[in-house]
């Protein structure tokens, strides 16, 4: 794995989850971490997560190489707020290199009984969102030379289902909308990924998964990719990765 230290990534939706697993992947190797959140205090019980004095934090590097954790609270849907954060992590850190796009919602409703609202604040929180992240982070990526741009997607973007017609539009946009930023900053070393991850151990979507759902995936296997993307050679750009449960909940016959 490329050494990380002094590099700065900026992570959103970093408070809980695959965001925070992903945060604590980037410190752990090093890396200078600004994460985003909605709510301050969940930001306020991710500092106190990811300053915890724990080695590696699943990624086998001791604790004595972790990077500088910074927060800012930050709606994506928040052009403005999107800027600040981005200006946030180059004042205090002095650049840019990696922009995670994680923050993301869903609300799982049938079309004719979902409100517009829902529909709203899905596809701009997971869409637009990232379009607002993306556009204030190329200029700074610029200036570094270049960098890289991930974006985290899901499974349900090329396999909608019923009752997800929203999250499952914002997903397939954002992989559409990837692979055309991708085309659009590979000559400038900028490299565009996104990962699509299955189903995943999270309290997303207001879900709590306990018992029984050990078979899905934790959120550390997903910033394991990460983490890999980040290794590649600069030759070698790994423009889509999707990662599942190797051996799923078998629905009943």
Excluded at 52 to 61: D, K, L, Q, S
Aim: aromatic content about 4%; glycine content about 12%; charged content about 25%.
């Amino acid at each position: 794995m490329a050494e990380l230290a002094g590099r700065v990534a900026v992570v959103t939706g970093g408070s809980r989850g695959i965001g925070l697993a992903i945060g604590a992947a980037l410190l752990a190797r090093g890396a200078d971490v600004l994460i985003t959140g909605r709510a301050e205090r969940h930001l306020v019980e991710a500092r106190e997560v990811l300053e915890r004095p724990v080695a590696g934090h699943g990624t086998g590097e001791p604790a004595a190489t972790a990077g500088r954790l910074e927060t800012a609270a930050a709606d994506v849907r928040d052009p403005a707020a999107v800027e600040r954060a981005m200006a946030k992590a180059v004042e205090r850190f002095g650049g840019l290199d990696v922009l995670v796009n994680n923050a993301g919602i869903g609300a799982f409703r049938n079309v004719a009984e979902q409100s517009v609202e829902q529909w709203r604040e899905t596809v701009d929180t997971n869409l637009t969102g990232v379009f607002h992240c993306c556009r204030a982070a190329i200029p700074h990526l610029r200036r570094r030379g270049g960098g890289w741009i991930i974006n985290i997607s899901s499974l349900a973007g090329q396999n909608p289902f019923a009752g997800g017609a929203a999250y499952c539009a914002s997903k397939a946009g954002l992989n559409a909308f990837s692979e055309a930023l991708m085309q659009e900053l590979r000559y400038e070393d900028i490299r565009v990924s996104t990962i699509a991850p299955g189903s995943v151990r999270t309290e997303f979507a207001g879900t709590h998964d306990g018992a029984g759902t050990e078979w899905k995936l934790a959120p550390d296997d997903v910033a394991l990719v990460v983490l890999e993307l980040l290794e590649h050679d600069a030759r070698s750009l790994p423009s889509r990765v999707e990662i599942r449960p190797a051996r799923p909940q078998k629905a009943p016959r």
